[in-house]
């Protein structure tokens, strides 16, 4: 698919073709929050002519992108069917942004406990000493995501879309089976999300994934996390918050490749004095179980020795049964499944959004994928996705948050960038006694006075960025930061109040 380029060097981006259209952004026509109010757009793609299908679209898996493009075309009066073949709301509810946060909040306070004596609290329970139960916490986010399962089914049902129960296997250009029974559509549209992938090696079959992880039935007192993005890095940052002794290994130099080279630096500083055993350039060579738990032998010839060992080494399109040999849907070469920018694929009648695609894999984008998908082909309606400036967070502690450019990236693109950082401690940290430090940064093109990245890690950094991510949007110059008036005494006032260019340390 032609996406016209995240800023570049941004992660969560497997296809970089182009450059943010940096210069087009004041002209973009913006589009309003229609997720509720599709009467308002015009309905005269819906075909009146009753055609020979059981369905004017199928949509395939019921995450992110799938449920908001089934309700949008049902809302344009399309007859629709959508067919789940595991959860209601995908993995974003299940087993991936809703339960993660979850238990980053609940991580968290174990650093609050402490942070609190500082401001005169002091608890009395086990001496002194909160204790954490796992499986308070494990059910209460079961019964939380089963209240989020039955909503999402319930606005289905709302919006007049056929749900199904079962694996949708592909068996023509129009046709499904679901269990035993066949299904006829006009069109098919594939947003069956990705799937967690653990490499082959002696003992992998002893690894986790991310999809069990939130689940387990004893806490990991001892937990070793392999990779290096986003998910690995916020697991580590969960469980070394909830008290395992937590370990990350990851095969390169630096984690979290894409994100801003001082970001990651930063980083790897304040999770590795938040307690985390963070150890790059080094892998695991092979997993037995043996006395005392997993036996782990790593590529630098440690050992190490683990109650579980979670792999978030990375994730593939999930196309398993599907029934794509039976019908002309190419796929790119990291087997993702090739689409147009109208999410079209090579088979005319289907059409495939969302982590499948191979994009950007944030439940977001895969909403807006959904949206445009329903617009354009039932609303008649074209607007198409803007893959400009998407901004993101990793909720590992403390929060990274960014928008746009990294700074490798800018130098590329701009002739000439000016930086603008700074690091400190956070006011609540001088009570807290918490050595944590707070880092920002802008970068700006020189010629323009354009704010094109803007950077930080640090508490509620992705609340603070998605503020700024509009700022970025509508072309915000340094100067228009600068006349800005800060809220004090916030963190986020540091944005507007960077004076001097960084020089160099
Ligand atoms: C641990 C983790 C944390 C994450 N955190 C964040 C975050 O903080 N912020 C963020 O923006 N994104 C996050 N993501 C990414 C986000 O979850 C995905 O980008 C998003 O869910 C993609 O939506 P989708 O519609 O493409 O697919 P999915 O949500 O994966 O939905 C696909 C659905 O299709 C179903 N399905 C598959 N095959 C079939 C079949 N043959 N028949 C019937 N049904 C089928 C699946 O069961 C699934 O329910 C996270 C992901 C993970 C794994």
């Known amino acids: 698919m032609a996406i016209p380029g995240q800023c570049p060097g941004l992660p969560r981006m497997h296809i970089a073709s182009g450059e943010p259209r940096l210069l087009d952004l004041p002209t973009i026509p913006r589009e309003h929050n229609v997720s509720n109010d ?3 757009d015009v ?21 992110s992108g799938g449920v908001r493009a089934a309700r949008m075309a049902a809302g344009f009066g399309a007859r629709v069917a959508i067919v789940e073949n595991r959860y209601m709301g995908g993995t974003c509810v299940n087993v991936g942004c809703v339960p993660k946060k979850l238990y980053v909040y609940a991580a968290e306070y174990g650093k609050g406990f402490k942070d609190a004596r500082g401001f005169g609290w002091r608890t009395d329970w086990h ?64 947003a069956t999300g990705g799937w967690p992938h653990i490499p082959d090696f002696p003992g992998s079959e002893y690894a986790l994934t991310s999809n069990e992880i939130f689940d387990l039935d004893h806490f990991p007192e001892r937990l070793v996390i392999v990779g290096g993005g986003y998910i690995a890095v916020e697991f580590a940052g969960i469980f070394n ?17 894409g994100f801003d080279a001082d970001v990651r630096a930063h980083a790897a500083q304040e999770i590795a004095r938040s307690g985390v055993d963070l150890r790059f350039e080094v892998n695991v060579e092979s997993i037995r179980p043996g006395k005392g738990g997993l036996h782990l032998t790593l590529t630098d010839g440690t050992t190490l020795q683990a109650d579980a060992v979670l792999y978030a080494t990375g994730r593939k399109p999930n196309l398993e049964g599907l029934g794509l040999e039976n019908v002309d849907v ?16 090579s088979e005319p009648s289907i059409f495939a959004l969302g982590d499948v695609t191979g994009g950007l894999e944030l439940t977001p984008v895969a909403l807006a994928e959904g949206m445009a998908f329903a617009r354009r082909q039932f609303g008649a309606l074209e607007q198409a996705v803007d893959y400009d400036f998407i901004p993101t967070a990793v909720f590992c502690q403390p929060n990274i948050g960014t928008v746009g450019f ?40 020189t010629a323009t006075d354009r704010v094109v990245g803007v950077h930080m890690v640090g508490a509620d950094a992705g609340e603070i960025i998605q503020g700024i991510a509009i700022a970025l949007r509508a072309g915000a110059t340094k100067a228009m930061f600068d006349s800005t008036i800060g809220i004090h005494p916030t963190t986020a006032e540091e944005f507007v109040t960077l004076r001097e260019p960084w020089r160099g340390d």
Do not use: C
């Open 38 to 40: 599709v009467s308002n």
């Open 406 to 445: 990294t700074e490798e990236a800018a130098r590329e693109r701009f002739k000439d960038i000016t930086l603008f950082k700074t690091t400190f401690r956070a006011l609540k940290h001088t009570l807290s006694g918490r050595d944590e430090k707070t880092f920002m940064k802008l970068i700006v093109d």
């Open 241 to 257: 918050g909830l008290g395992a002794h937590t370990t990350q290994l990851y095969r390169g130099p630096l984690f979290l490749r």
């Open 43 to 63: 309905n005269n793609n819906v075909s009146n002519a009753v055609n020979n299908y059981d369905y004017d679209l199928l949509v395939i898996g019921a995450g």
């Open 330 to 345: 190419r796929l790119n070469q990291h087997g993702a499944i090739e689409v147009d920018e109208q999410y079209r694929t």
């Open 127 to 190: 001496n002194d000493k909160p204790r954490f139960d796992w499986a308070t916490l494990r059910d209460n986010k079961k019964t939380e995501i089963s209240r989020l399962n039955a909503i999402y089914r319930r606005m289905l049902d709302g919006a007049g879309a056929q749900v199904f129960d079962g694996h949708a296997r592909i068996i023509d250009a129009h046709t499904v089976a679901i269990g035993g029974a066949r299904y006829s559509a006009e069109k098919l549209l594939i």
